[in-house]
């Protein structure tokens, strides 16, 4: 794996330090795919396919984001299908073009509690459990030949959880790391993405950084601070900054660091500006599920003056079509945009849609909310190398 930083926007005005501040990079993984320009997300899947997409449709979303996130957890009993078959499970799943990264937990879906146990964690299809342990998972990793793989780790550690189980968490993803590492020492080549745990408290959270940093591995999964799922979509800025900003701060600043699960715009930009490179679409597939659809503004203006407009902190980043006036309306979901669904239909057509349950309809939400939120990833990255994050945050509240 290669990581280059392009460009950093400035230095926080919470810790002053180089290490968290928002940065534009390049990420390789290998010669044969393109370059991954940072930040960006990737695009994640849920049982081995894109939420409500297909292979054909999902040729409509015009964007170079070649990446595929793919959750364990679904796959978790077909490590002897994938051994047979010989191939990897990107090129199973029909997807051996894409860069795959594999992760344990599902994002996009809320990681029961309570559940791991002191040598293996626990891993949900449904309502069927499976029981993982290092062992187990290494040889789905083999066979799976993901391009990056986060190995094991523990990170059920939600807001009230008390400080035993926190160190537990922590411990054992270090433990489980290590065992793990055996598996990078027979293939150097392999990118290994490691867990960063330790919940809400500030001193797990260092020593798991710096313990973590220690060991041979290629970038940094800041974990364990939400249940994934649309719980995960309260997260607060506010309630994670200490413990996030002590975790960044003892990191190496060379390696990529990843954060997974649903971010909405405001939380995005602070963890962007914190220094984290590369997140995933979980957001804007739990709003194609709601029946709704993305509408703050998602473009960059460079040297644009704030003075220009009011910040609206009651502005909607969503709308659903719960108001009987759209029946009406001949014109796209959001003006200007140049996603499929908004060059072709109308919001009258999708309210339509959404109001007889056309399957349609989620196909069409998804492919619009996608291209919205990879687009506002590009206008991040304008925004970095212009060294203009900071007006960028102000942007997002001004309507479009």
């Known amino acids: 794996m290669k990581f280059i930083i ?51 449709t999902l040729q409509y979303l015009d964007t170079a984001n070649r990446t595929l996130l793919i959750p364990y957890q679904y796959h978790s009993t077909q490590t002897d299908v994938l051994k047979a078959y010989q191939k990897g499970l990107g090129s199973f799943l029909g997807e051996k073009d894409r860069m795959s990264m594999l992760t344990v937990q599902d994002p996009g879906e809320e990681t029961k509690s309570g559940y791991n146990q002191n040598k293996a964690i626990s891993v949900w299809s449904g309502c069927n ?46 433990d489980f790391l290590d065992s793990f590492l055996e598996l990078k020492d027979e293939n150097p080549k392999m990118n290994v993405v490691a867990a960063v745990e330790g919940g ?18 290629d970038a ?80 960059f203006t460079k040297d644009w003056d704030p003075l220009e407009g009011a910040d609206n902190h009651d502005l909607m980043f969503e709308k659903n079509f719960e108001n009987d006036e759209m029946k009406m309306e001949m014109r796209s979901l959001v003006e200007g945009c140049s996603c499929y669904t908004c060059r072709n239909f109308t919001v009258a057509y999708l309210y339509h849609l959404v109001h007889v349950k056309e399957m349609l309809a989620k196909v069409l939400l998804s492919l619009h909310n996608l291209h919205h939120y990879l687009t506002f990833f590009k206008s991040i990255r304008e925004a970095i190398l212009a060294d203009q994050i900071h007006l960028l945050h102000r942007q997002i509240l001004q309507p479009l």
């Open 220 to 299: 940094f999964l800041l974990d364990g601070f939400h249940s994934n799922g649309t719980a995960a979509e309260s997260l607060r800025w506010e309630a994670i900054k200490e413990p996030f900003l002590e975790t960044i701060f003892h990191l190496p600043a060379e390696k990529p660091r990843f954060f997974l699960g649903p971010a909405g715009p405001r939380l995005l930009l602070e963890l962007v500006s914190a220094g984290v490179d590369v997140f995933d679409t979980s957001y804007p597939n739990l709003v194609t599920e709601r029946n709704a659809f993305l509408v703050f503004n998602n473009k």
């Open 6 to 56: 392009d460009g950093v926007a400035g230095k926080t005005v919470a810790t002053g330090c180089a290490t968290a501040a928002a940065r534009a990079g390049q990420l390789e993984v290998r010669s044969s795919l393109p370059v991954l320009d940072t930040p960006a997300p990737l695009i994640r899947c849920r049982g081995g396919a894109i939420p409500h997409l297909t292979h054909e």
């Open 200 to 217: 809400l408290d500030p001193v797990v959270r260092k020593l798991s950084a710096i313990e973590t940093s220690k060991r041979n591995v």
């Open 129 to 174: 459990r499976n029981i993982v342990d290092v062992d187990g998972y290494k040889q789905f990793v083999k066979v799976a030949q993901p391009d990056i793989v986060v190995p094991l780790c523990d990170g059920d550690t939600p807001p009230d959880s008390t400080s035993k189980r926190i160190n537990k968490a922590a411990k054992r993803t270090i």
